[in-house]
């Protein structure tokens, strides 16, 4: 598995249980071998290492790491769905995605990263993180 590209850091609001911290979000492109599922375990396996313990939808944790697309394709199994369901509607996922892939197309929807993010509805505001405890909206 190689990282290709990775977008900055971006502090942003929480989802859901709002009396949380800031999350910080990014993006990476990958090539690898391995197939959807079996790279869906490799990253389950890399927040488990990390201290991941799940507890409730949209809580606090230390580590988050979600499969967004594979290719163009469209998976839909009980434990994996390719694209990721909220994609297209969030603006943490977006941002960060615009930045290294900003012509990858929704392969569902038909439209850009950059146009799915000049249309989404999400007013979460996302913030470039800014190292030494300082960013954008300080």
């Known amino acids: 598995m190689e990282i290709l590209r990775s977008s900055s850091l971006y502090e ?7 009396d949380q911290p800031l999350f910080l979000n990014a993006v990476v492109q990958l090539s690898t071998e391995y197939s959807p599922q079996d790279l869906l375990a490799v990253l389950q396996s890399i927040e488990k ?3 991941r313990q799940r507890t409730w939808r949209w809580g606090p944790r230390c580590i988050d790491l979600d499969l967004l697309l594979y290719d163009n394709k469209l998976i839909d ?3 994996l769905i ?7 509607d969030r603006a943490f996922v977006l941002v960060p995605l615009v930045e290294i892939a900003p012509s990858v197309v929704h392969p569902q929807r038909g439209k850009s990263m950059a146009e799915l993010l000049a249309c ?3 007013t979460k505001r996302v913030w470039r993180y800014r190292p030494r405890g300082k960013s954008e909206h300080d």
Do not use: F, I, N, S
């Not at 390719?82 to 297209?88: F, G, K, R, S």
């Open 49 to 51: 290492r990390m201290g």
């Open 120 to 122: 989404t509805g999400d």
């Open 82 to 88: 390719v694209p990721h369901p909220e994609l297209a």
């Open 12 to 18: 942003t609001e929480p989802v859901g249980v709002q």
């Open 77 to 79: 199994q009980p434990d």
